[in-house]
C-alpha cells in the first residue's frame, strides 16, 4: 500500500503533530516501508501454529493461598476516629 503527502498530513493532523514539507516525503517513504512490512508478515501462515504465552515451557510458581495473619479488624477500628456498622467513616470532599 502506498502512501501520499495528503496521507501523511492528515495523519500528521490526527495525531496533532507538526510535520515541515521538508519533512512529508521523508515520512511517505518510511511509513510505506512499515506498512508494507505489516503486509508482509500478514501473508505469514500461521494456522499451524499454537498460540503461546511465554517462549519457555514453564509454569509460574505460586505460592499456596493461606491465611497468614489472624483479624484485626476490631483492633484497627478502634483507633479510627469514626466507624459505622464496620466502615470507615470519612468527611465529605466532594460539594
Do not use: C, W
Not at 490526527?14 to 510535520?19: K, P, T
Amino acid at each position: 500500500m502506498a502512501l501520499y503527502p495528503t496521507d501523511v498530513r492528515q495523519i500528521a493532523h490526527l495525531a496533532r503533530l507538526e510535520v515541515s514539507d521538508d519533512e512529508i516525503a521523508d515520512y511517505v517513504d518510511k511509513l510505506s516501508q512499515i506498512i508494507d512490512l505489516v503486509d508482509q508478515l500478514q501473508q505469514v501462515d500461521t494456522g499451524g501454529v499454537v498460540p503461546m504465552a511465554h517462549p519457555l515451557d514453564m509454569s509460574q510458581r505460586l505460592r499456596a493461598d493461606e491465611v497468614s495473619e489472624e483479624n484485626q479488624r476490631e483492633l484497627f477500628q478502634r483507633n479510627a476516629s469514626a466507624v459505622t456498622d464496620g466502615l470507615y467513616r470519612v468527611p465529605k470532599v466532594i460539594d
